[in-house]
Every structure is written in structure tokens, then in C-alpha cells.
């Protein structure tokens, strides 16, 4: 199962990294929710994350999610100390503070662009970045860390940008229009209405060399108005070999 779950995490960082362009060191935002799941269930996050993950990673969490910590008192003090072992990132509610599923979310706007790792077991916080495309979403499970399948807006988001659809309806409108303004929209059309014809192509110089004879026995040549005869070719019968006679029958009057 181990061997399995290994195959299925190397599966997923592989399509991250060749779609999305993530690279080591991992960034891996974590809440306080993962952290307490970890602690009662006696994972090590510094020590598993990297053996999971088969590369180096950067563990960090916000201001946002340690103030929420503090505010729900002893019962995630555990969590609270695992968490301020971690790099702490930058956020711009340091004046504000803001719930710690809000926050990690402002973390991923414009499509993610700093290439963070979500670990949360908030179902809010993971059914709103599954909506994001190209952000990786880790939890545990059963006493393991796993990593979730790619959601399926970053499916669609790969497959748009295969077959070149990531332009917006409204710029798409706007490009028609300055096409159209400036006659390219037009002949654009046209050339790709208009069929190509095939050009003749030149015979194969193999096929037009002569054929060249065999080498052999010279054959005679015929004088003029002569005609061709034929030659008959004769069994020659072995020498004291003798005929057998057909044998006579009386006639009956």
C-alpha cells in the first residue's frame, strides 16, 4: 500500500511540475488544523513531509493562522508549538487579522503564483482551493500524509491551455474587433477556406533507368528474311535398352 500510495504522490508532483512549474524546495502552507491531526496521530510533518514528497521542502504558515491558534485557547496549544517551528510568510493582515481559511486563500491569489502546497483538513479551506487551478492539496489520512489528485479545475486549466483557449471571451471579442477594424479577420477565413492543390510529383529516377541485362551466353543473330525455326527437343533412349512389344490377341470369329 506504501509502495502504491509512493507511486500515486510521484504521479501528482509530476503533473505540477511539468503544467505549473513547481520546483524543490516545495512550499508547503500549513494550518492549524494539519498540525493538530499530525499531533494526534504522532506524525512527524519535518521528517515525513520530505520522504513523502521525495524532495526538500520549505514548512511555513502565516501570522494569521498562529493569532486564530491563540484565540481557541488550550486544547490546540500542541498545534500552536508545532506550528511556530515553521517559516512564518508574509501576509497583509498583520494589522487585521483574518480567519486562517481566509488568509491562506489570499496567500493563493492570482493562480497561485508563488507555487504554495495547502495542508488542511478544513473542508471549507480545501472546497475553495480545489477551485483554484495549480495549487496541491495535502492531508491526512489514516495516519498517513497524502497527497490529493489534481482537482478538476486544474485539469480543465491544462487542457485549455493545450488547445490555446485561455483568453478571455471579452479580450477574444476585442482581438476580433481590431482584426476586423484592420481587414485581417477577412482573409484570415479565406485562406483557410481555400484548399491546396497538389503539385505533380516528379517520377521516381529509380523507376526511369533501363533495365540492365543479365550476363550470359551471346545469342546468335538472323541474317535478313530469314525465318525463325523451331528446334524440337528428342528423348534419347538409353543404349541396349529394347522395346516392348504389344501383345496379340486372337480375334474370335
Known amino acids: 500500500m506504501k509502495i502504491k500510495r509512493q507511486k500515486q504522490a510521484k504521479k501528482t508532483l509530476s503533473f505540477y511540475k511539468y503544467n505549473f512549474s513547481f520546483r524543490e524546495p516545495f512550499q508547503i502552507l500549513l494550518d492549524g488544523t494539519f498540525c493538530q491531526a499530525a499531533l494526534k496521530n504522532k506524525i512527524q510533518i519535518k521528517e515525513q513531509m520530505p520522504k513523502y514528497l521525495m524532495g526538500e521542502v520549505q514548512l511555513c504558515t502565516t501570522n494569521c493562522v498562529l493569532k486564530e491558534l491563540e484565540s481557541l485557547g488550550k486544547e490546540l496549544y500542541g498545534a500552536k508549538i508545532i506550528l511556530q517551528r515553521f517559516q512564518m510568510r508574509n501576509c497583509s493582515h498583520l494589522k487585521s487579522p483574518l480567519p486562517a481559511s481566509q488568509c491562506l486563500q489570499s496567500m ?31 492531508y491526512i489520512i489514516l495516519n498517513t500524509i497524502v497527497l490529493d489528485k489534481p482537482s478538476l479545475c486544474s485539469v480543465n486549466h491544462v487542457q485549455a491551455a493545450q488547445a490555446g483557449q485561455l483568453v478571455a471571451p471579452d479580450q477574444q471579442q476585442n482581438i476580433l474587433s481590431l482584426k476586423e477594424e484592420k481587414g485581417i479577420a477577412g482573409n484570415v477565413t479565406e485562406k483557410r477556406g481555400r484548399k491546396r492543390k497538389r503539385k505533380a510529383a516528379n517520377p521516381n529516377p529509380l523507376s526511369c533507368l533501363k533495365k ?12 535478313e528474311g530469314e525465318k525463325k525455326t523451331r ?9 541396349g535398352a529394347t522395346v516392348p512389344h504389344a501383345e496379340c490377341t486372337p480375334v474370335q470369329k
Open 108 to 138: 493563493l491569489e492570482g493562480n497561485n503564483p508563488h507555487h504554495y502546497f495547502i495542508a488542511s483538513q478544513d473542508q471549507e479551506l480545501t472546497a475553495a482551493v480545489k477551485k483554484i487551478p495549480g495549487v496541491p492539496l495535502l
Open 212 to 223: 540492365k541485362k543479365k550476363p550470359g551466353v551471346p545469342t546468335p543473330k538472323r541474317a
Open 231 to 239: 528446334s524440337r527437343h528428342r528423348k534419347r533412349k538409353p543404349a
